[in-house]
């Protein structure tokens, strides 16, 4: 078989692609997952599951960073979705999608046809979103976006203490204010998961053109010359050669350039290091990395309805819920476990909000891993710098397709983000002290009283300071010098080959990454789209030679 399309990863951008690009029954598309199918977890499909696929070996590739130089050299954890749907089927399921700003800065640094204006309709485009139509959302799209089904008490007075402590209220993160306080719209519907597995790839499974491969993994992209021909896979044990007109990488922001490194396609010297034969020489492969720093404030919980391990919740909370999900699909089974947040100014001067708050309904520390810590009732308040100026970088730790990158997102290591979460901590904390949320306070865990001064909250976020999931960058739209890819998403240099995910985002939006990452998709099978029609359209047309 020879593919028109081959798409490496069946993430979030992976599936937007498949729906679109299988669209046509003439064209054929093969989508490449690594991971197993989404379908076989029930884990997905119930949001409270977070916590458990937080830590799966088989549905996360469960990498951890290199020793990150400004928070004393610890190693942080970076999940990442391993699955049909990738890290939309493992996330917390909040739904923005970054300040307009954002999407303007990303035209103004010359990508031509992503400013907001051209972006917003791809954002309405892709969403059925429960609370209606208007400027902003669409509604009939792929992916359902819905009010939490059961929101906790203890995050509808995080709001209201929010509003207390002087910030306005919203009810949509998305218009074109973003700023104030509320509960997320999350990517569910009736109390379920909905990725974008679910919302883009599941109606079309069915489709004869479309062939999904799961639990292959792909080692390479093949070239002739400059040309993507094909893709090396491994799948059962075997290594299999799948031949496409156009190869669309859509591995993320950690395995796109992974895979680019690991094709002979990136910066030299790293080529070299690991005898990589050289395809094409790209500085840009793997530069850029950003990610949000996210520092945690956590509070004791006087009262008991928040989410914890106790013998009250294995006892009679647990079984009730589970009884609330089967026949109600409500309940704190329902829960994303980070349902309040915020977007807001850390300080007056600020044009657009420069932090996020996201609360999570539990006692929090390092990605939940350590279950121990949550042995207890509280609730934990993140707050993260929207737009980090530290950049980071991710290179091989040798050529072998299994084994991890060496992840460098250089967390905090610019002074204006540590003063930024300085910052930050101390709105969370105020928040905290607020009337709504007195009757829940029962005295701070972390960073405890004891820490006040401002050098005192800074030595505090070196140790405890760690990322909220949102790597992108590394193989970066643009023209300059380290760009990887240019505006309609082509690799800089070569011939049909394209890279669409969240690694191509030039700077880090202000908010959650899966929806304008869907986004991106969208845009990109638009250009395809438009590209092969246009050269349909110009192939010449056969006449027929009457014969005598
Ligand atoms: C724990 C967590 C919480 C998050 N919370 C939120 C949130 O609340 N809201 C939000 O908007 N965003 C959130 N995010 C971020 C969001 O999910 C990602 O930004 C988004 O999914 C990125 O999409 P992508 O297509 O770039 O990559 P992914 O969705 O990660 O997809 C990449 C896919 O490629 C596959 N793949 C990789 N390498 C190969 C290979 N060699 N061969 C075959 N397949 C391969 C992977 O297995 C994966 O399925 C969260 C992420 C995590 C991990």
């Given at each position: 078989m020879n593919y028109d399309y081959i798409i490496i990863g069946g993430g979030a951008a992976g599936c937007v692609l498949a729906n679109r690009l299988s669209e046509n029954p003439d064209t054929q598309v093969c989508l490449l997952e690594a991971?197993?199918?989404?379908?076989?977890?029930p884990l997905i499909k119930i949001p409270v599951g977070i916590i458990a696929l937080m830590r799966s070996k088989s549905y996360n590739w469960r990498y951890w960073t290199t020793p990150q130089k400004a928070l004393n050299g610890r190693r942080v954890y970076i999940p990442r979705g391993k699955t049909l749907g990738g890290s939309s089927a493992v996330n917390a399921m909040c739904y923005t999608r970054g300040h307009k700003w954002d999407f303007d800065h990303w035209e103004s640094l010359?990508?031509?046809?992503?400013g907001y204006k051209d972006v917003l309709p791809l954002f309405r485009r892709s969403e059925n979103y429960e609370p209606g139509e208007n400027e902003f959302h669409g509604v009939g799209g792929p992916v359902n976006i819905s009010d939490l089904q059961s929101p906790m008490q203890v995050s509808k007075d995080f709001v209201k203490a929010g509003v207390e402590a002087g910030y306005p209220e919203t009810d949509?993160?998305?218009?074109?204010?973003?700023e104030g306080m509320g509960l997320f719209k999350v990517f569910q519907k009736n109390g379920e998961r909905f990725g974008a597995a679910r919302g883009y790839l599941h109606p079309v499974?069915?489709?004869?053109n479309l062939t999904v491969l799961t639990g292959a993994s792909a080692n390479k992209i093949l070239f002739d010359g400059k040309r993507a021909t094909g893709v090396e896979i491994s799948r059962n044990g075997k290594t299999e050669t799948l031949k496409a007109n156009d190869i669309l990488l859509s591995g993320g922001a950690i395995n796109s350039p992974k895979l680019l490194l690991l094709s002979g396609v990136g910066p030299k010297a790293e080529l070299e290091k690991h005898n990589i034969p050289m395809v094409h020489e790209l500085?840009?492969?793997?530069?850029?990395l950003q990610d949000h720093p996210d520092i945690l404030v956590v509070q004791k919980s006087k009262r008991w309805q928040t989410l914890a391990f106790s013998p009250k919740s294995f006892v009679w909370d647990g079984p009730i819920a589970v009884f609330n999900y089967i026949?109600?699909?409500?309940?704190?089974?329902?829960?994303?476990?980070?349902e309040a947040g915020g977007f807001v100014?850390?300080?007056?001067?600020?044009?657009?909000?420069?932090i996020q708050f996201h609360m999570s309904n539990t006692r929090l520390d390092n990605h939940g891993l350590?279950?121990?810590?949550?042995?207890?009732y509280g609730f934990s308040g993140h707050v993260c710098?929207?737009?980090?100026k530290a950049r980071g970088r991710l290179t091989l730790q040798?050529?072998?397709?299994?084994s991890d990158p060496n992840i460098d997102?250089?967390?905090?290591?610019?002074p204006d983000d540590m003063e930024t979460m300085v910052r930050g901590v101390k709105a969370v904390r105020n928040i905290f002290a607020q009337n709504a949320l007195k009757s829940w306070?029962?005295?701070?865990?972390?960073?405890?009283?004891a820490v006040q001064s401002d050098e005192e909250i800074r030595d505090f976020i070196r140790r405890k300071a760690d990322n909220i999931y949102h790597p992108v960058g590394t193989c970066k739209m643009g023209h300059?010098?380290?760009?990887?890819?240019d505006d309609t998403l082509k690799v800089h240099g070569m011939q049909n080959l394209r890279v669409i995910d969240?690694?191509?985002?030039p700077t880090l939006v202000g908010g959650n990454t899966t929806a304008p990452t869907l986004m991106v998709a969208e845009k990109a099978a638009d250009m395809i789209l438009a590209e092969k029609n246009a050269a349909v359209m110009a192939a010449p047309t056969q006449t027929a030679v009457p014969t005598a």
């Amino acid at each position: 078989m020879n593919y028109d399309y081959i798409i490496i990863g069946g993430g979030a951008a992976g599936c937007v692609l498949a729906n679109r690009l299988s669209e046509n029954p003439d064209t054929q598309v093969c989508l490449l997952e690594a991971g197993p199918s989404d379908k076989k977890n029930p884990l997905i499909k119930i949001p409270v599951g977070i916590i458990a696929l937080m830590r799966s070996k088989s549905y996360n590739w469960r990498y951890w960073t290199t020793p990150q130089k400004a928070l004393n050299g610890r190693r942080v954890y970076i999940p990442r979705g391993k699955t049909l749907g990738g890290s939309s089927a493992v996330n917390a399921m909040c739904y923005t999608r970054g300040h307009k700003w954002d999407f303007d800065h990303w035209e103004s640094l010359g990508n031509k046809g992503w400013g907001y204006k051209d972006v917003l309709p791809l954002f309405r485009r892709s969403e059925n979103y429960e609370p209606g139509e208007n400027e902003f959302h669409g509604v009939g799209g792929p992916v359902n976006i819905s009010d939490l089904q059961s929101p906790m008490q203890v995050s509808k007075d995080f709001v209201k203490a929010g509003v207390e402590a002087g910030y306005p209220e919203t009810d949509d993160f998305n218009n074109d204010v973003q700023e104030g306080m509320g509960l997320f719209k999350v990517f569910q519907k009736n109390g379920e998961r909905f990725g974008a597995a679910r919302g883009y790839l599941h109606p079309v499974l069915d489709r004869p053109n479309l062939t999904v491969l799961t639990g292959a993994s792909a080692n390479k992209i093949l070239f002739d010359g400059k040309r993507a021909t094909g893709v090396e896979i491994s799948r059962n044990g075997k290594t299999e050669t799948l031949k496409a007109n156009d190869i669309l990488l859509s591995g993320g922001a950690i395995n796109s350039p992974k895979l680019l490194l690991l094709s002979g396609v990136g910066p030299k010297a790293e080529l070299e290091k690991h005898n990589i034969p050289m395809v094409h020489e790209l500085p840009g492969v793997g530069e850029n990395l950003q990610d949000h720093p996210d520092i945690l404030v956590v509070q004791k919980s006087k009262r008991w309805q928040t989410l914890a391990f106790s013998p009250k919740s294995f006892v009679w909370d647990g079984p009730i819920a589970v009884f609330n999900y089967i026949f109600r699909r409500k309940d704190f089974l329902t829960s994303n476990v980070a349902e309040a947040g915020g977007f807001v100014k850390s300080r007056p001067e600020e044009e657009i909000p420069d932090i996020q708050f996201h609360m999570s309904n539990t006692r929090l520390d390092n990605h939940g891993l350590d279950l121990t810590f949550s042995i207890g009732y509280g609730f934990s308040g993140h707050v993260c710098a929207l737009r980090p100026k530290a950049r980071g970088r991710l290179t091989l730790q040798d050529a072998n397709p299994a084994s991890d990158p060496n992840i460098d997102p250089n967390l905090l290591d610019h002074p204006d983000d540590m003063e930024t979460m300085v910052r930050g901590v101390k709105a969370v904390r105020n928040i905290f002290a607020q009337n709504a949320l007195k009757s829940w306070c029962n005295g701070e865990i972390f960073p405890g009283e004891a820490v006040q001064s401002d050098e005192e909250i800074r030595d505090f976020i070196r140790r405890k300071a760690d990322n909220i999931y949102h790597p992108v960058g590394t193989c970066k739209m643009g023209h300059d010098d380290m760009a990887v890819v240019d505006d309609t998403l082509k690799v800089h240099g070569m011939q049909n080959l394209r890279v669409i995910d969240a690694s191509i985002f030039p700077t880090l939006v202000g908010g959650n990454t899966t929806a304008p990452t869907l986004m991106v998709a969208e845009k990109a099978a638009d250009m395809i789209l438009a590209e092969k029609n246009a050269a349909v359209m110009a192939a010449p047309t056969q006449t027929a030679v009457p014969t005598a």
